[in-house]
T-cell receptor, first 114, second 114 residues
Framework: QKEVEQNSGPLSVPEGAIASLNCTYSDRGSQSFFWYRQYSGKSPELIMFIYSNGDKEDGRFTAQLNKASQYVSLLIRDSQPSDSATYLCAVKGGYGGSQGNLIFGKGTKLSVKP | SAVISQKPSRDICQRGTSLTIQCQVDSQVTMMFWYRQQPGQSLTLIATANQGSEATYESGFVIDKFPISRPNLTFSTLTVSNMSPEDSSIYLC???????????FGQGTRLTVV
């Protein structure tokens, strides 16, 4: 069974702090990794994707990938109340006949307190 | 990216009836997927909609319950058949391209079965 694991939270951080969201995956053949943000009642919105080991930065967001440890993280700097949402980790590739689709974690609910 | 239009956005249906959800994309895409998101849960893949052939269903989902069509590279439908209250969920269309590329979501269909 291919799995993507996330701490469900809720994760609560004060405004201006760094929020750290973590994700592990079970299939070593996974090729690409995604972070989606989902506001309540809305569909998932892509924030970042990463394919190679290391860090990838985009504005206040940094994705980190460690394939040896099968670990992906998302850092949100200078957290804002508008960042309060559920963050979904998704993994693509290495799943045989279903390559191309995303396998999602259960999501981590982030709350940024003013 | 792509603009994905999903219809209807929400519906309330009687048990035993069927509902067809449409997904229209503004450009040709390689892959189209249908996901289900039950209340408070993450996304679960129902099936991959294959252009010109039968959809590929994930474990636990069958064609008789969730027939899918994909007549061309920009359009797909998902039918939820013989509905019961357990089918109450958000149904999401997703599109992607071959290779290590990101996936985008329609705005979802919120289905309530009474």
């Amino acid at each position: 069974q291919k799995e993507v694991e996330q701490n469900s939270g809720p994760l609560s951080v004060p405004e201006g702090a760094i929020a750290s969201l973590n994700c592990t995956y079970s299939d070593r053949g996974s090729q690409s990794f995604f972070w989606y943000r989902q506001y309540s009642g809305k569909s998932p919105e892509l924030i970042m994707f990463i394919y190679s080991n290391g860090d990838k930065e985009d504005g206040r967001f940094t994705a980190q990938l460690n394939k040896a440890s099968q670990y992906v993280s998302l850092l949100i700097r200078d957290s804002q109340p508008s960042d309060s949402a559920t963050y979904l980790c998704a993994v693509k590739g290495g799943y045989g006949g279903s390559q191309g689709n995303l396998i999602f974690g259960k999501g981590t609910k982030l709350s940024v307190k003013p | 990216s792509a603009v994905i239009s999903q219809k209807p956005s929400r519906d309330i249906c009687q048990r035993g009836t069927s509902l067809t959800i449409q997904c229209q994309v503004d450009s040709q895409v390689t892959m189209m997927f249908w996901y289900r998101q039950q209340p408070g849960q993450s996304l679960t893949l129902i099936a991959t909609a294959n252009q010109g052939s039968e959809a590929t269903y994930e474990s636990g989902f069958v064609i008789d319950k969730f027939p899918i069509s994909r007549p061309n590279l920009t359009f797909s439908t998902l039918t939820v058949s013989n509905m019961s209250p357990e089918d109450s969920s958000i149904y999401l269309c997703s599109v992607s391209w071959q290779g290590n590329t990101e996936a985008f979501f329609g705005q979802g269909t919120r289905l309530t079965v009474v």
